[in-house]
């Protein structure tokens, strides 16, 4: 089983940057990983995602332009580099990692279903 770890997370102001972590212990019969977050009585939601073999990335509206996933792929670690953080960016967030066969879009990559295995997450906290 896959197992994911979660680092980065801490308090930042408003408009400022956070960079989160996800070290996976292997990559056997994944390729496609994602951040999820989920804010205190909301649902959880997707925020971005990444199809390893065809180098697609896919983002949630609320965060595109201001947030970029991206890997390291020697080092088996997904990153959330997040940037112009806001007050509704607060919440847990949650690396996922699964295999997904056939077409993928925002849509697909950023729901529940592809993925099986999940870290315990790290919460970010923007405040002024």
């Known amino acids: 089983q896959v197992q994911l770890v979660e680092s980065g997370g801490g308090s930042v102001q408003p408009g400022g940057s956070l960079r989160l972590s996800c070290v996976a212990s292997t990559y056997n019969n994944i390729n496609l990983m994602a951040w999820f977050r989920q804010a205190p009585g909301k649902e959880r939601e997707g925020v971005a995602a990444?199809?390893?073999?065809?180098?697609?990335?896919y983002y949630a509206n609320s965060v595109l332009g201001r947030f970029t996933i991206s890997r390291d792929y020697a080092k088996k670690t997904l990153y959330l580099q997040m940037t112009w953080v806001t007050p509704e960016d607060t919440a847990m967030y949650y690396c996922a990692a699964g295999r997904i066969a056939g077409l993928v879009n925002t849509i697909r990559a950023l729901r529940d279903s592809p993925y099986n295995h999940w870290g315990q997450g790290t919460q970010v906290t923007v405040s002024s």
């Open positions: 990444m199809y390893f073999d065809a180098g697609g990335t």
